[in-house]
């Protein structure tokens, strides 16, 4: 299978704080999206984003697929941001997905 | 419009008990998969389906069945619970195999 390692593993910040969650990946991808878990538990898709960069709002992604990584950048941090973030890489189109272990975030007031 | 549909959302079984965890969708997704989440270890792929009919093995299949007899259901079987089985399982769909996902509320499940 595919490695994913992100870093930092946890990160805390103040509210209003800039930070940027880095994707690494062993192996060619064709597919890479980042979730953000809350902390109830559920999983939301924040982009899809197998190369380039997208925007939407206060978060933006850039993946340089031929570098194998890919940056999750969060501007002006609010509460509720706070949350894990999942970065999953698929090699293979209806292959499988792979997961990092995350980043756990807490955006204190 | 609900999503992903997952049921239920807390269980509790006793070691080698059998049951089935429910997913549904209403989005028309073609792509449905299941996975597990424990902690420090991210989210692990079970089982996954391309289609009606049509289901093949992820990362961790070993204690588990699945069918997809319709394009909205599909539901995991757990055979004989071991404790090892203890997690909070995901449903997700997409509309096709690589396209965005859409993740249930997840079903927290302990084995005792």
């Known amino acids: 299978g595919i490695q994913v390692e992100q870093s930092p593993p946890d990160l805390i910040l103040q509210e209003g704080a800039n930070s940027t969650l880095r994707c690494n990946f062993s192996?060619?991808?064709?597919?890479l999206q980042w979730f953000h878990q809350n902390p109830w538990g559920q999983l939301i898709n924040l982009f899809y984003i197998p190369s380039g960069t997208k925007q939407n709002g206060r978060l933006s992604a850039t993946t340089v697929a031929t570098e194998r990584y890919s940056l999750l950048y969060i501007s002006s941090s609010q509460t509720t941001d706070s949350g894990v973030y999942f970065c999953a890489v698929e090699k293979d189109t209806g292959n499988q997905f792979y997961f990092g272990t995350g980043t756990s975030l807490t955006v204190i007031p | 419009n609900a999503g992903v549909t997952q049921t239920p959302k807390f269980q509790v079984l006793k070691t080698g008990q059998s049951m089935t965890l429910q997913c549904a969708q209403d989005m028309n997704h073609e792509y449905m998969s299941w996975y597990r989440q424990d902690p420090g270890m991210g989210l692990r792929l079970i089982h996954y389906?391309?289609?009606?009919?049509?289901?093949d093995q992820g990362e961790v299949p070993n204690g588990y069945n699945v069918s997809r007899s319709t394009t909205e259901d599909f539901p995991l079987r757990l055979l004989s619970a071991a404790p090892s089985q203890t997690s909070v399982y995901f449903c997700a769909s997409s509309y096709y195999p690589g396209d965005s996902y859409t993740f249930g509320s997840g079903t927290r499940l302990t084995v005792v």
């Open positions: 192996d060619s991808v064709n597919n």
């Open positions: 389906s391309v289609g009606a009919g049509i289901t």
